[in-house]
């Protein structure tokens, strides 16, 4: 038990990794197509209980990290393996690894060939999800960013639907230019460090210690702006924030339920956690300067994807411009600066992944049964499938922030956090929030005219008279969502406590309050 | 600090009572209707019996809620806390939300059973039950909450169930339309209510309703920040409305007001929301939920004081409401759809009451008008029960020989209305007439001037139509000859809008009678007429129980009056003499004077009331009698053509700038198209390049590298600038 809890972070990481090997190895000696499936689930659940354990007791290492492991991995260049997890990153893993087994259970019976390597990508890619959340060092952090990226593409790419390459190469093509100049920004801070301070570091820590301490400063120049700007674009890209966002709507229209789902749910979120970790602390003067910018266009990306998602006739597509809205408000929340916007902003991804990969699965059972995701095409469903109606309006409901439903509390904590910041002059924080506050209305506009043509009035469509109901792995899946929903609408305290501390760090960090400081001294107390 | 955890009971008895109900009908299938009935309404029953017990004192170790100085509280869980913000899932009984649980409760109680006879048949009869006890958990929480965002979960919550009960008859267009339409409406006002919360929460530091002490941590009350630290009105200047402070609050707080109540201009959705079932419509839209605009406003009195612009706009919108939804009222062939206009403008009232500072008075007309409403809602739900599920009233008439009891019962409702004395509607809504012309309540700061006589008048005239067009709805009902099988005119042949029934509209057999209603539905009926008739006697005031040799019997009055902040009138002085020229005395402080002049006053003003309520009466039988298909004006008919203006002006140009403008054009036309022109130019470019190398190179890949070198490039030579 010792040893697991000591490595634990790093057993996440590579789990999965031997998980793939293990799908492979099975399909080179034995090749029955039917136990891939339960492979990748087994293990997938057995590492979803694993991360359980970064609940339990755990030291706080003097980096104010759990569970923290630094090894030497690459001593010429100075990096390091080290890893670790605080309050922001903690409910991420275990939203990804939650996440899992019920993306490998949307696709039970729907991935038609190329088992092995759709299995072995889905593993690839959760190794890559989790390595990105608990990276303390820049460049093992930009590796694992980029290898994220390439099982997305190819599950894209290979199981998406008609217009899947389009999809899947400007998928890669806009992301991978983003980290590209992170990568340059990444190398630049190496450099900075090398000669200001006297040795070249990757290491996170290292660089907010240095820089919280004063040894290493980025000048009156603009180089702090560029640096910024450099992560930011990376992270934006990949949030998306407009403009940068219509990678999104093909991606997520033409990737599998399973790609779908672990896009909304976990991918997106890579890029909003990059933002607050790495952003926030590393250029917190560039990051208040040019907040402003971030706010304008994340109200945009909610008026605009909610206005958008209203006129989409692909229920799948709707889905996408409203994760656009909703990743809006997690952008406002964060750049606002104050311990209710932050916290709410982080709520919101949790919720946002929960309730958005709930909608993709729901509209994936639709697809397995009818092949089409036109709205126009349904109509009078829920005579039909009066369980599936349920389970659908429920998770509407909560994606339109219905209060007792987890859409609600982040967002409400959002808007009061904008309402009440300081980052813009006089009203101007004020009428932000005003703005924001109208996606709300049209959330409830897109969402309800989409429930209202698809399940209610007459049956207009005879192929839709003898669809089945869910069954039972359907609402098996279901279930668990629909718990969290309201589970973490009614009692969010859990998790907002965990996250305090950590969040509260960073809003001190970002808000310039810790100048002279040491990461040590800002360490999360407890989880 | 008085604790109950009974109180809970009184909210949860409803949603486990929708729990059951759904666990029963929709997992076990059952479908036996006594069963589905009895859980509903002995839920409903439980949290009734608990609600009268708590605010009378009955059986309880504290003194009835209605009667002490501090609210009785339960703290439940501590909902969200970040930061400074905190909002407790905790409940609250004070003087207001005692008599709003009381009434709510009873009024619900006997519209679940008058809904077991209505709805009896139904295939959905265990859902409807469900969505029924769902609603009623929702607004009881909304009336009980002890902030600001508890209160906000119960506005949202009502919200959704009038979604899903409106929308009950799923396969119909109509319904489903006017429940969307419901909900986004109602969307737009929570908008309003969230910003007037983020205010209150920035400015005052809380958003509780109560001085309290929870977890060791003592919190202060908005009410009692404000009390505290504001000293003055805020003066009237356009630019206050937008300054931040109490009025914006006010303002933004009545925003949501407009869009639960139906008012101007967020009325439209509640005549669409008659596409429910009728016992939804007496329960939600006509009782309890469209008042909890009023209910807003009066628990947040002490900010409306001190903020009387925001006030001002209260009344004249109320007024406005008043007037402008009665006359449409007086033209409507549907009769849930003259009860909807009705409601609408009834609410106008209330709204006007609030604005010129009698709020107590605002709240005994929601109480009253609960009772009268529901009535008429109900023995509207009889007409049609018993029409077969026809609702126009031109295809009526006579209707009193097959079903008096519900012609009876309709009738006092329709007195009550009408303001006739001694029946509810007569005491409540002369009260407002009588606050609106004397501006005895006004507050500080109030800038009308004395031209608050033309809101008196409105209402006056208001009440006028409202006599003719109840008078009319009577007539074509209940008298004149049978119109069963008469053909409509043409033109209104898809105007079934509001056809309240689950199949599709039939043909009424040849040998049709209409039938009086089971007993399910007749005893609600008579209960609510008996409290139509009596319950305004709660609430008499002096001026009229002086008339009779009693004294000061205004019991309504003195229970409410402490809930109502009073706000100190020293800057008011030598004004107040001019304005209020028909007061040489002002009240004295404790207990109110009464003075001579006043109560003369009040009762001209009263005796003028009853002669114009049966002078409409008497214009609405003289008109209607002889020609009960008299056409009304169209433009009443159509209703000021709102909805086209609606659709045209604002849902429309959305639409098509979304679709046209924002998809299609920026995001396919112009993002994609430069992502894409670029590639597409690159291609070209990789195509030239490859006569000079073999290979292809694909346009995104060439894009990407094109772009990254120039930019790697870029941030090379600042890293070199940097080192040298």
């Known amino acids: 038990m010792d040893f697991i809890t000591e490595n634990l972070i790093t057993i996440l990481i590579l789990l999965p990794a031997f998980g793939a090997l293990a799908v492979l190895g099975h399909s080179i000696f034995w090749n029955e197509v039917k136990h891939l499936k339960w492979i990748t689930l087994g293990i997938t659940f057995v590492i979803f209980l694993v991360s359980l354990l970064l609940l339990g007791d755990s030291t706080l290492s003097a980096n104010g990290y759990y569970f923290e492991k630094n090894v030497v991995w690459i001593e010429a260049i100075n990096t390091n393996y080290h890893v670790g997890v605080d309050g922001l990153s903690l409910w991420l893993v275990i939203l990804t690894t939650f996440i899992m087994p019920i993306a490998v259970l949307s696709t039970w019976d729907a991935v038609e060939k190329r088992h092995t390597a759709f299995y072995v990508f889905l593993l690839l890619l959760q190794s890559a999800m989790i390595g990105v959340f608990v990276s303390l060092d820049l460049l093992v952090f930009y590796l694992f960013f980029e290898a994220s990226l390439v099982p997305m593409f190819f599950l894209i790419g290979i199981w998406g639907g008609s217009n899947r390459i389009y999809a899947a190469v400007k998928f890669f093509i806009f992301t991978a230019l983003g980290s590209l100049l992170m990568l340059v920004a990444i190398i630049s801070l190496y450099y900075m460090h090398f000669q200001q301070v006297g040795f070249g570091t990757f290491d996170y820590i290292t660089l907010l210690n240095s820089l919280q301490s004063g040894k290493l400063i980025y000048g009156a120049g603009s180089t702090g702006t560029l640096l910024f700007l450099a992560f930011a674009l990376a992270f934006s890209i990949k949030v998306p924030v407009f403009p940068f966002h219509t990678w999104l709507p093909d991606a997520h229209t033409e990737a599998p339920t399973a790609g779908s789902v672990i896009l909304a749910a976990v991918l997106l979120k890579m890029g909003t956690y990059g933002l607050m970790r790495f952003n926030f602390t590393l250029f917190p003067e560039a990051s208040r300067e040019l907040a402003w910018i971030f706010i304008i266009l994340a109200i945009i990306g909610i008026i605009y994807g909610a206005l958008v998602a209203m006129v989409q006739p692909d229920i799948k597509r709707l889905v996408a411009y409203s994760s656009i809205a909703h990743m809006g408000f997690v952008i406002l929340g964060m750049f606002s600066f104050t311990e209710l916007g932050m916290q709410g902003a982080l709520y919101t991804m949790l919720a946002h992944g929960v309730t958005t990969g709930a909608l993709f699965l729901l509209v994936g059972f639709i697809y397995d049964r009818r092949h089409t995701r036109l709205i126009s095409e349904y109509g009078g469903l829920s005579s039909i499938m009066p369980i599936y109606a349920t389970f659908f309006v429920i998770t509407t409901m909560a994606s339109i922030g219905l209060p007792f439903l987890n859409g609600f509390v982040g967002e409400f904590l959002i808007m009061i956090g904008m309402w009440s910041a300081t980052i813009l002059s006089g009203s101007w924080n004020k009428i932000a929030a005003m703005l924001a506050g109208t996606g709300v209305i049209f959330a409830a506009v897109y969402l309800l005219w989409m429930v209202q043509r698809v399940f209610f009035g007459k049956l207009t469509n005879e192929k839709n008279r003898n669809l089945r109901d869910l069954n039972a792995r359907e609402i098996g899946l279901m279930v668990p969502l629909l718990f969290l929903m309201v589970f973490m609408g009614v009692y969010p305290k859990p998790i907002l406590d965990a996250s305090k501390n950590s969040v509260v760090a960073i809003q001190k960090i970002v808000n310039g309050e810790t100048k002279g400081g040491t990461v040590s001294t800002l360490k999360v107390k407890e989880k | 600090m008085t604790e109950n955890n009974l109180l809970s009971l009184i909210i949860f008895a409803p949603l486990f009572g929708a729990f059951a109900n759904w666990v029963y009908g929709g997992w076990f299938k059952q479908r036996n209707e006594l069963v589905s009935g009895a859980i509903a309404c002995t839920a409903v029953g439980i949290s009734t019996v608990v609600a009268f017990m708590i605010a009378f004192g009955i059986g309880t170790p504290h003194q009835g809620a209605l009667f002490a100085d501090k609210p009785v509280l339960d703290q439940i869980w501590t909902w969200i806390t970040v930061g400074d913000f905190r909002a407790d899932f905790a409940l609250g009984m004070d003087r207001l939300s005692g008599i709003y649980a009381c009434f709510v409760t009873f009024v619900a109680l006997f519209i679940h059973i008058f809904a077991t006879g209505y709805m009896h048949g139904d295939k959905g009869f265990y859902r409807f039950f469900a969505y029924l006890n769902l609603f009623m958990f929702a607004m009881l929480t909304l009336v009980l909450a002890d902030n600001y965002l508890l209160m906000f979960v119960g506005w949202e919550g009502v919200g959704l169930c009038s979604y899903l009960l409106i929308g009950y008859y799923i396969n119909k267009d109509e319904p489903r339309r006017a429940a969307k339409k419901a909900f986004v409406m109602n969307r737009i006002g929570d908008w309003g209510v969230l910003m007037g919360m983020f205010l209150i929460f920035t400015m005052t530091g809380s958003i509780s309703f109560f001085d309290k002490t929870v977890d060791g941590q003592q919190v202060q009350s908005v009410f009692t920040w404000v009390s505290q630290n504001i000293m003055t009105a805020e003066p009237f200047t356009w630019g206050i409305i937008f300054a931040g402070g109490l009025t914006s609050a006010a303002l933004l707080l009545f925003i949501g007001a407009t869009g639960k109540s139906a008012q101007i201009p967020l009325l439209t959705w509640l005549p669409d929301a008659m596409a429910g079932p009728t016992p939804v419509s007496a329960l939600i839209h006509a009782a309890t939920m469209v008042t909890a605009g009023v209910y807003l406003v009066v628990r947040s009195n002490i900010i409306f004081q001190y903020a009387p612009t925001a006030m001002w706009i209260v009344a004249i919108i109320g007024a406005a409401t008043a007037i402008f939804a009665a006359t449409i009222g007086l033209a409507q062939n549907d009769i849930k759809k003259v009860l909807a206009y009705s409601t609408v403008s009834q609410l106008g009232y209330m709204f006007l009451a609030c604005g010129v500072g009698a709020f107590v008075i ?62 509810a509607g007569f005491f409540s809504k002369d009260e407002i007439l009588y606050y609106t012309f004397s501006g005895k309540n006004l507050p500080n700061g109030w800038i009308a001037g004395d031209w608050n006589w033309i809101l008196w008048a409105v209402g006056v005239v208001t009440a006028v139509f409202t006599a003719v067009y109840m008078t009319r709805m009577m007539v074509m009902t209940f008298w004149g000859n049978e119109r069963f099988h008469d053909e409509l005119p ?235």
């Open chain 2, 490 to 724: 043409e033109e209104d042949h898809h105007d079934h809008a509001g056809d309240d029934d689950d199949h599709d509209h039939h043909e009424i057999p040849p040998d049709f009678k209409p039938h009086e209603s089971p007993l399910t539905m007749t005893v609600p009926l008579i209960v609510l007429a008996f409290f139509s008739t009596t319950i305004g006697l709660i609430g008499v005031p002096y001026a009229m129980s002086s008339l009779v040799g009693l004294g000061d019997v205004n019991k309504f009055y003195d229970t409410l009056k402490p809930a109502i902040y009073k706000v100190k009138k020293e800057d008011k002085g030598e004004s107040k003499e001019v304005k209020n020229f028909y007061f040489k005395k002002k009240a004295e402080e404790g207990k109110e004077a009464h003075d001579p002049d006043a109560i003369f006053t009040e009762r001209v003003l009263a005796a003028l009331s009853v002669l114009l309520a049966l002078f409409g009466i008497g214009l609405g039988w003289m008109t209607f009698s002889k020609n009960p298909l008299k056409r009304m004006p169209k433009l009443f008919e159509q209703k000021w053509y709102l909805d086209e203006i609606y659709n045209k002006g604002i849902v429309d140009p959305i639409t098509s700038i979304s679709r046209n403008g924002l998809w299609k054009g920026f995001d396919v036309g112009f993002i994609d198209g430069t992502v894409n022109g670029i590639g597409n130019f690159v291609s070209e470019l990789g195509s030239f390049v490859r006569k000079l190398q073999v290979g292809f190179v694909r346009s995104y890949a060439a894009f990407i590298l094109f772009g990254a070198l120039l930019v790697i490039g870029y941030f090379i030579y600042y890293a070199f600038r940097l080192l040298s």
């Open chain 2, 362 to 423: 605002a709240i005994f007309h929601v109480m009253t008008h609960a009772f009268f409403k529901a009535l008429l809602f109900l023995g509207s739900g009889s007409v049609i029960h018993g029409m077969h599920h026809e609702q126009d009233m031109r295809k009526m008439g006579n209707l009193k020989k097959y079903m008096p009891i519900t012609w009876i019962t309709m009738i006092t409702g329709w007195l009550a209305i009408a303001g006739i004395p001694i029946w």
